[in-house]
């Protein structure tokens, strides 16, 4: 088990971590979400021993870390620009913690014929690091990080540097290899998408903070509050006192709440033109934009007299801008916010 105990840091007067307690069990990877500036990489430097000019205590099994220097600790630590070293090979490049720690030559290319292996890049060896793509290139530091079997891997924004169709497929594959390899991992990124993919538990922070601890499922589903709903990408955020069709949604949904209390209305529990489903509660509104995301379009409805705008998806076929709809919203659809 790795502890992290009041952990506080601060840059002279601005204050980067704020009394931060989290833990990341054996064989599971931990993701920590949130927008750049928010302390993640702070604590991830922390956690590798990288500053020490910190408050709090960082324990693994039990033991306080503060006294071990970063090379002492057993951790392996990948970046987002990879740190390859451009005049080795592959090979080299992946042996080269093990040549530090004096390991045998035969046990280190047995090692790395492995771990090229586990990355899938069997035959690479010899291959310079110029010759590869980002793809490859992020493989061949994941192998060099696993290499000497560390107790804890960290990854800070490893797919950070990649196009979006290579991020989603390297997502599934690195939680793969992370498995299979029986580690536990601390996964740092600002991109919710990429939480979801690839970690067991996402710690969302935001100003050197964590609000919100929970399984992908269960933050999606229901985000504790509106700087998390916000941050994960969803608008339909409003005070029950905002205008009839709110209050009206209070009165079926949460009849103890107060006009003042903020909520989300998940995009999942809304539907266009389905006023017969008698769990729901449905308005009419007027379609302002329609953007087609492949699967699905997404949906920009205004609701007149209301004040409101409702974003939501659409599986029907290129719903017309102008035409009025039905919007049904559904109970299991709000979320009562903090």
Do not use: W
Not at 170 to 186: D, H, P, Q, T
Not at 220 to 235: I, N, T, W
Not at 319 to 335: D, F, M
Request: one cysteine or more.
């Amino acid at each position: 088990m790795l502890q992290l105990k009041d952990l506080s840091h601060a840059y002279d007067e601005a204050v980067s971590l704020r009394n931060v307690n989290l833990r990341v069990a054996k064989d599971e990877i931990l993701c920590l979400l949130g927008p750049s500036g928010c302390g993640k990489t702070t604590l991830l430097r922390i956690v590798a021993g990288l500053i020490s000019d910190y408050g709090g205590d960082v324990l693994l099994d039990g033991r306080d870390l503060r006294r071990l220097a970063a090379h002492e600790r057993g951790f392996g630590l990948m970046f987002q620009d990879f740190a390859l070293f451009p005049h080795l090979s592959v090979s080299d490049n992946i042996a080269y913690g093990l040549r530090r720690r004096r390991m045998p030559a035969t046990d280190i290319n047995e090692r790395v014929e492995l771990m090229l292996d586990q990355v899938g890049l069997r035959g690479y060896g010899e291959r310079g690091i110029g010759t590869l793509s980002g793809g490859e290139q992020q493989r061949v530091a994941l192998a060099r990080s696993l290499a000497p079997q560390p107790r804890l891997l960290m990854l800070d924004e490893p797919l950070g540097s990649l196009d979006a169709l290579l991020r989603d497929k390297l997502a599934l594959e690195l939680r793969e290899i992370i498995n299979s390899a029986g580690l536990r991992a601390l996964y740092v990124t600002h991109d919710h998408r990429e939480a979801y993919a690839i970690a067991d538990r996402v710690a969302v922070m935001d100003k050197g903070t964590i609000r919100q601890v929970a399984g992908p499922f269960d933050l999606y589903h229901h985000p504790v509050d509106e700087k998390v709903a916000r941050f994960l990408g969803f608008s339909n955020i409003f005070q029950f006192g905002d205008s009839r069709f709110t209050r009206e949604l209070r009165c079926k949904f949460l009849p103890d709440a107060a006009d003042s209390d903020a909520f989300l209305i998940h995009p999942d529990g809304i539907q266009l033109n389905g006023e017969g489903d008698p769990a729901a509660i449905a308005c009419r509104g007027r379609i302002e934009s329609s953007v087609f995301r492949g699967e699905y379009s997404e949906v920009s409805i205004r609701m007149p007299g209301e004040g409101l705008t409702l974003r939501c998806k659409s599986r029907t076929r290129d719903p017309t801008v102008g035409n009025c709809v039905t919007v049904s919203v559904k109970n299991e659809a709000i979320r009562r916010l903090k």
